[in-house]
């Protein structure tokens, strides 16, 4: 249980970051960079749950932002030995995190009339919020891909993640009249 008595520690004054395993990080560092973005989407999720109506897409996306919680202490749990094994008292991104998003995924899917091109993002205020929050777990996904490259990364942590954006892509499509709403991109439109 996390227990948050004092909000402000004076630890990180130095420009540095503490990490689960007690070290410290430089706060531009990839991994707080990483942890940093994967923070941004889950802040874009809540901005997005506060334009639904649907207490089901209210469920769906809150749990998603507390999956988000446990990527971040994934990210902030350094495994140099390249072990992400779960345990007692470390976290980890597991599997059947992203088989549940793929699950999810495929149950709004069965909904909507398949793409004949590429979609604007926009159409309803909730879709649209849906669409930053895309954008944002993309971002999230180019930096846990640049920090893989200095240091090991959980696999199902980037699968997660490669996951929900697919995830809030298909979500606001249902939010825009199941995709009927949807702004076609015209292609060249404007030459």
Not at 71 to 92: C, H, I, K, Q
Not at 122 to 142: F, K, P
């Amino acid at each position: 249980m996390v227990k948050l008595n004092k909000i402000y520690t004076r630890t990180g004054d130095d420009g540095t970051t503490g990490l689960v395993d007690g070290s410290r990080a430089p706060k531009h560092s990839e991994r707080i960079n990483a942890i940093g973005a994967v923070d941004e989407v889950n802040s874009a999720i809540g901005l997005a749950i506060c334009a639904l109506e649907n207490p089901d897409h209210k469920a769906l996306l809150t749990r998603v932002q507390n999956d988000l919680f446990d990527l971040g202490a994934d990210l902030a749990t350094p495994a140099n030995d390249g072990d992400f094994s779960p345990s007692e008292m470390v976290l980890r991104m597991v599997p059947a995190q992203s088989e549940w998003l793929e699950g999810q995924i495929d149950t709004l899917n069965e909904q909507l009339e398949p793409l004949t091109s590429f979609v604007l993002p926009g159409g309803s205020e909730a879709a649209a919020r849906l669409h930053i929050a895309r954008a944002a777990t993309r971002a999230g996904e180019r930096a846990m891909a640049a920090l893989s490259h200095t240091s090991p990364v959980n696999p199902a942590a980037l699968t997660y993640i490669n996951r929900l954006s697919d995830l809030l892509f298909v979500m606001a499509r249902v939010l825009n009249g199941n995709g009927n709403a949807d702004i076609k991109w015209v292609p060249g439109a404007n030459r």
